[in-house]
């Protein structure tokens, strides 16, 4: 099936994620950021509407495609605080897991 899906996704979740980082630098948000922030965060809308191709992704998830995807999502993820940046990536490892470990019991 492919992690196509799940790559386009995690690009506009870490974009907003990002913009949001990067405008917090100095601890508050000016209005040029909030409204740079609500441009990339419209992005979620097509997010939560893939959901069910994003489950179908995650439920084929192959070993040698999740090491791609979190190898992507490292590539693509950039925080100021590299504490918390890796934090979100083991976060998002497990999440990973969880989800096709409970989608192929859902399976069974």
Do not use: P
């Not at 419209?42 to 190898?71: P, T």
Request: hydrophobic share 45%; charged share 25%; aromatic share 4%.
């Amino acid at each position: 099936m492919g992690i196509d899906v799940l790559k386009k996704d995690t690009v506009i979740v870490c974009k907003v994620i990002g913009t949001t980082d990067k405008a917090l630098s100095d601890g508050k948000v000016n209005l040029t950021e909030g409204i740079m922030i609500a441009k990339d965060a419209i992005g979620l809308i097509s997010v939560a509407r893939n959901w069910q191709n994003a489950k179908s992704e995650i439920k084929d998830l192959s070993n040698v495609e999740k090491i791609e995807l979190l190898s992507y999502v490292a590539q693509e993820f950039d925080l100021r605080n590299d504490v918390a940046e890796k934090w979100v990536e083991t976060a998002l490892e497990v999440i990973v897991s969880l989800g096709a470990a409970f989608t192929a019991q859902q399976a069974a």
